[in-house]
């Protein structure tokens, strides 16, 4: 992760510690998560930016190459066919830097998330 000088306590602190060349991507990011689940509370957890109902939705985090997403394994299991170009890891997927972000997939996965939320089956304790 890319290191931070004074440990930010908000995901929009989060956001502007990141590069410049970054922030516009995390802003998209948390637009795009914000649209997909109303009502999502915003922390967070292990320093990075994280979205909960009564559990944690998603977090991410930027890296000197990507960002990592973090929706857990069944959601990466569910969208398995669309996230075969990225590399994924057992509940994360990375974007890279140099592309645009997938903000219609990444809204899909997020709703997804709240599907499980809602119905208690999900992972992560907030």
């Not at 990466?76 to 997927?93: P, Q």
């Not at 990444?106 to 998330?113: A, D, G, H, L, P």
Request: with cysteine; glycine share 4%.
């Amino acid at each position: 992760m890319i290191v931070q000088k004074l440990k930010p306590f908000t995901i929009e602190e989060y956001i502007k510690a990141a590069p410049a060349a970054v922030q516009e991507k995390l802003w998209q990011l948390h637009e795009c998560i914000c649209k997909a689940a109303p009502g999502a509370t915003e922390d967070l957890k292990w320093s990075m930016p994280a979205f909960s109902y009564q559990k944690i939705l998603v977090t991410f985090a930027v890296f000197k190459y990507h960002i990592g997403f973090y929706p857990m394994e069944t959601a990466l299991l569910a969208f398995a066919k669309e996230l075969a170009k990225y590399k994924t890891a057992k509940g994360s997927v990375q974007f890279s830097l140099d592309k645009p972000l997938p903000l219609s997939l990444i809204s899909k996965i997020v709703k997804f998330r709240v599907k499980e939320s809602v119905s208690g089956n999900i992972k992560w304790k907030s």
